[in-house]
């Protein structure tokens, strides 16, 4: 029995989570939504008009019974009253004399009782009730309308009365309204699913143009509607998207294929050496082979190191920042360096703060200076200053200087210039990228100034306010 009760349960929490699942398409969302507040309008409206109905014709038969009532006292003031009266305008009427004993009455309510007990509080005045046990109408409620009659021989009191109407006038006119009302909900339905599907068949284009795109194949774009709404801000992000995407992807190729290039170059002399050395191990020097081998895996060792740090930079921008005094972390960098083929120079303004991870910067200075020493002729200069609400940091060196077509290029992966691999063979070409991409992990630039000779290097930061 606890087995069978386990089953059912979880069949039941299945069935449950599928009807959970089901998903509904736009269209037919906002169709059931349209018809469902069309609905709710349509109900209350036709509320309002059936309320308005039936207090109309509620008054309009008040109206009657008091007109019935002052018939009765204008034909039977200071005058005998027959036993019989006959009132067209009411279904009944009764004379009823100040002991509650009825006097006269008409055809329908003939041997009755009287219809009503309440009297007008004085002459002439009058009053009616809603009453839904009056003789002769049995599961019907009445509007009794009571008027003091001064009749010959005593005063009477007059009571006519008239069904009270239903709540819904009547079945005809109900009916048309929910007719109406089914016709208005048909309408709004066939209208919202066509207009809705009208709407999204831009969308609809965009998705299938979207679904022909691969990784290989990032040449098409979705197509923009003519009109400037909403859908089209939609399609020029889209198509925004996939340019970056595209030219991303570009830069990921050059970028695999420049790693490989560069990693396979040692790893190919290795191999060369250690095959010559196999061919004639006597005649082969093998410190030098393994000096040389060691050279090869020092360099792989740095390219590896630098793409790793650039991955890490690509995936992760959300390294924990603290308030920093450039100033500070200069002179602390530059009291770990050691003496380089030039002297290093400072001119650093204190309290320039930013918010920064203090590794990562460092990093981005310590490469700085070891390009600006490999370059320079006989100094290089550090400089921190606050300038426009940014924290500046600038590497300068009295070198050749880069030339201005150059100056974006060397911040791209791989990128080196001859001059750049005479002075550094063991380079790998991803400093300044790495640099580059610390700069803007902080929200930052780094960018290749004009000091007028040789080159400056600019980091330019957020200031803490």
């Given at each position: ?79 005998r009253v027959p036993p019989v009266i006959d009132v067209e305008a009411v279904a009944a ?127 098409h774009r979705v197509p923009v509607p003519a009109h400037h709404d909403e859908i089209r ?233």
């Amino acid at each position: 029995m606890k087995d069978l009760r386990r089953r059912v349960v979880h069949a039941g929490s299945r069935a449950g989570a599928r009807l959970r699942r089901v998903e509904w398409s736009i269209r037919a969302r906002m169709t059931m939504l349209a018809t469902l507040v069309t609905a709710v309008l349509s109900v209350f409206a036709v509320w309002l008009v059936l309320d308005h109905h039936h207090q109309h014709e509620t008054t309009h038969r008040i109206r009657h019974v008091y007109g019935a009532d002052l018939e009765m006292v204008h034909r039977f003031a200071h005058r005998r009253v027959p036993p019989v009266i006959d009132v067209e305008a009411v279904a009944a009427t009764q004379l009823v004399d100040r002991a509650g004993r009825v006097v006269s009455a008409s055809v329908r309510v003939i041997g009755q009782p009287r219809m009503a007990t309440f009297v007008p509080s004085r002459r002439p005045s009058a009053t009616d009730r809603r009453l839904c046990d009056v003789p002769g109408f049995p599961g019907r409620c009445m509007i009794v309308a009571a008027m003091w009659v001064p009749a010959l021989g005593g005063d009477l009191v007059a009571y006519s009365a008239l069904p009270d109407p239903l709540w819904y006038g009547s079945e005809a006119l109900l009916a048309q309204l929910l007719a109406a009302m089914a016709i208005l909900l048909v309408i709004v339905a066939v209208g919202t699913y066509q207009l809705v599907g009208r709407t999204l068949r831009p969308v609809e284009a965009m998705t299938a143009e979207l679904a022909e795109i691969t990784a290989t194949d990032l040449g098409h774009r979705v197509p923009v509607p003519a009109h400037h709404d909403e859908i089209r801000y939609l399609a020029t992000v889209v198509n925004d998207t996939l340019e970056l995407l595209e030219a991303a992807l570009r830069r990921e190729r050059r970028f695999t294929a420049e790693a490989s290039h560069d990693l396979r170059t040692p790893i190919t002399g290795a191999i060369l050496r250690l095959e010559e050395a196999l061919l004639d191990p006597d005649a082969a020097d093998w410190p030098r082979m393994a000096k040389d081998l060691l050279s090869d895996v020092e360099r792989q060792q740095a390219i590896a190191e630098d793409i790793l740090t650039l991955a890490r930079l690509d995936a992760d921008r959300t390294a924990q920042h603290e308030h920093t005094d450039l100033a500070e972390l200069a002179r602390t960098e530059l009291r770990r360096r050691l003496p380089g083929r030039v002297p290093i120079r400072t001119d650093l303004q204190p309290g320039v703060v930013v918010s920064c991870d203090r590794l990562l910067i460092a990093r981005l200075l310590a490469n700085l200076l070891d390009n600006a020493q490999r370059h320079a002729a006989t100094a290089v200069t550090v400089a921190v200053r606050a300038e426009d609400g940014t924290g500046v940091m600038a590497v300068f060196d009295d070198g050749a200087g880069i030339a201005p077509e150059h100056r974006e290029i060397v911040f791209e992966r791989f990128a080196r210039l001859p001059e750049s691999r005479e002075r550094d063979p063991k380079g790998t070409g991803l400093g300044l990228a790495i640099c580059r991409e610390i700069a803007h992990a902080h929200r930052g630039t780094l960018t290749i100034e004009d000091p007028g000779q040789g080159t400056c290097l600019v980091l330019r930061m957020p200031l803490v306010n």
